[in-house]
């Protein structure tokens, strides 16, 4: 065995509730969208981020997705591993379940092994965050969900701070869900029985759901609203009505992961018009005053700016210890 010159530092465990409590919202719409710009800026942006990989266990419906990721500017890397098992949730367990590992760039060396479950939650609903910040109307008022899961809550967390709501409408497949859910954010939001009404004159619309076929419609979409695409992440999967998909203008996390990865792109045809990174560096414009669509399918580089504020806190909390 080799010898070793200088000792490794062992990697620190930071679990749901420690990424809850570190992860602080408004830092990390900063930081995210700071690094949706680099990431659109091209090689001078400083990330690599290859399409992750997704394998399917075909016989037990699920999929294993390795996500890794590097921003030079931010000097973070990590690399998130997650299963998307849709049927878990008839079993009562999470859909999606991984950790994601943060490196040292300098070094390469691990540094920590975190939760991404919590992770996902949160960075996902903030890239919808940010979108919407450039995408939708200021003054919105009315913000329909549609799936009443993980991301359902966690996306009225995040569009919170931006938006002063009025109203909280929700949809779930099962009502009940939708109910629950509709207590716990309080007396602004309420459950409704179908998509047609829980939509009709939102301004702000996220589609969280786990379904594979159309469930929100065209007509049932005010002009100048704006949807946030969140599932349908395999490419024969749906959520959109084809035909909204090509009415709308249509923003992306990233053109190559969605061209790849949605089918409500790839099924409908639609034609991104632009990445949100290129609305920050505003070399495309936010057609806010337009109906808009924000698909995003996920990308590694918001695990990479996320556990990297998680991981910064922790290590300025033990300093002070
Ligand atoms: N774009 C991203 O970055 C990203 C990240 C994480 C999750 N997602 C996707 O967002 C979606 C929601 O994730 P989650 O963590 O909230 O999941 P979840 O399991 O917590 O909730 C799923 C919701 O979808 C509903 N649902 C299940 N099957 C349905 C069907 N066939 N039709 C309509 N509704 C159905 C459930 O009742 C529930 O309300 C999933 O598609 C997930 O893969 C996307
Ligand atoms: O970006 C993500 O984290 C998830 C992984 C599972 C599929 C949907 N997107």
Redesign the pocket.
Known sequence: MATMTTQKVPFVFIDEHEVERLLDKRDLLVAMETAFGHFSEGPSGGVVQPVRTMVPVQDHGGFLASMPGYSQKGQALATKLVT?Y?N??KKGL???NGYVFVFDPSTGIIKAVVDAESV??I??AM?SAVASKHLANPKSKVLAL?????????HYDALRILFDFEQIRIW???SE??EKLARKLGPKAKAFSSVQETVQGADIICT??????P?LMKDWVKPGAHINA????RPT?Q?IDPELMRHVVLYA?TRDACNKESGDIIISKAQIFAEIGEVINKTKPAQWQETTLFK????AL?DVVATNLVYEKFKLEKSKM
């Open positions: 998307l849709p878990n949730g999470p859909t999606h996902t939650a960075r996902t890239a549609l799936g009443a899961g993980v991301q359902a809550e966690s779930s497949r099962g869900r939708a969280v759901t786990l379904a594979t076929s469930v969140v599932g349908a992440t999967w959520e996390d995003s399918v996920g990308m918001e």
